[in-house]
């Protein structure tokens, strides 16, 4: 690990301050203190925000309200989370082991790196690590990579199940910096890869994320969060589904629908929401939302099984959520 300055950041102006002469902010460090030991991260400078009063977790009306700096432990474990969104506990109890959940952020769990194995190894080109140096992954071993919104640039998964979850259900967020306050959809922070993979999100310079705000649906009390993986903890998904239904007097009168493991940011489903409205939840509507699924899909040499993977787990995932009572 090189060298680098820590500072303590007591207020948000201060914080802000500090992120516009190019430090980094710091919360639980999960992922960016284990990238900076392998090197792959190299600030010189990181500005700590756990002193802020970010942590909050609260309902306003039935919209559940999370601080950015709120562990994921304690949101999975509020009764408010579990009242008003069990999707988005049950993505966090997915997403990582409890000594990760006792230290992560929600901040930062929505801004972690990909996983993608040649982006941690200093020999391998990567185009996230290193404009323009190539993509490894591309002709490399490429089981775990993305089959959708891929680039000749980059083929890396979103590692974060709590973003699938979170863009299924039209979350959105507040974040502030140097030109005051805006509010945008979760699903906006992310960019497909394009030809600048490394540019990841869009997020201004210094900009600090405030609070996630998950809006009270009809449709939030049938959710379910399914993760298919190659070992049951302290694994990254393989595929994963995020599905919410509004089921009334045996039809489907809403639909949200997002994936995770497939998709090099989290890959909200519409066609297949679409699919399912006025239909009977039975397997046949099923089957017809996972068809939609697949369209766009490009699977490299090594992951095509994800493509049968992914229509299999909505409809599994489809299935859970018809019958929650």
């Known amino acids: 690990m090189i060298p680098f300055r820590l500072q303590k950041a007591r207020t948000e102006s201060d914080a802000i301050a500090a992120g516009r002469t190019g430090g980094r902010y710091v919360a639980g460090g999960t992922t960016l203190v284990d990238l900076m030991r392998e090197e792959v991260e190299r600030p010189e400078h990181l500005i700590d925000i756990n002193a802020l009063p970010l942590r909050g977790i609260r309902a306003e009306g039935n919209d559940l309200v999370i601080g950015a700096l709120a562990r994921m432990a304690d949101v999975a474990a509020h009764p408010e989370t579990v009242r008003l969104q069990p999707l988005v506990a049950e993505a966090l109890i997915e997403g990582a082991s409890p000594q990760l959940r006792n230290m992560a952020s929600i901040g930062g769990n929505l801004l972690q790196r990909v996983r993608c194995p040649y982006f941690r190894m200093l020999d391998a080109v990567c185009n996230k690590r290193t404009p323009g140096s190539g993509c490894s992954a591309i002709d490399g071993i490429n089981a775990g990579h993305a089959i959708l919104g891929t680039s000749n640039h980059c083929v ?170």
């Open 156 to 325: 890396a998964t979103h590692p974060s199940d709590l973003a699938v979850a979170l863009v299924a259900l039209g979350a959105t967020m507040r974040v502030r910096g140097p030109e005051g306050e805006r509010g945008f959809p979760v699903e906006d922070l992310y960019r497909l890869p394009g030809d600048t993979p490394h540019i990841e999100h869009t997020l201004g310079p210094a900009e600090l994320i405030v609070e996630v705000r998950v809006p009270a649906g009809a449709y939030a009390r049938r959710g379910r969060y399914l993760k298919v993986r190659d070992r049951a903890s302290y694994e990254f998904a393989l595929v994963s589904i995020a599905v919410a239904l509004d089921i009334d007097r045996g039809v489907i009168r809403a639909a949200r629908l997002a994936a995770g493991g497939v998709g090099t940011r989290p890959w909200r489903m519409r066609a297949s929401e679409d699919a399912l409205i006025g239909k009977t939840p039975d397997r046949t509507a099923f089957q017809l939302a996972a068809e939609h699924a697949l369209h766009g899909a490009r699977p490299l040499s090594g992951n095509h099984y994800k493509v049968d993977l992914l229509a299999r787990t909505m409809v599994r995932a489809l299935e859970m959520a018809g019958d929650v009572v």
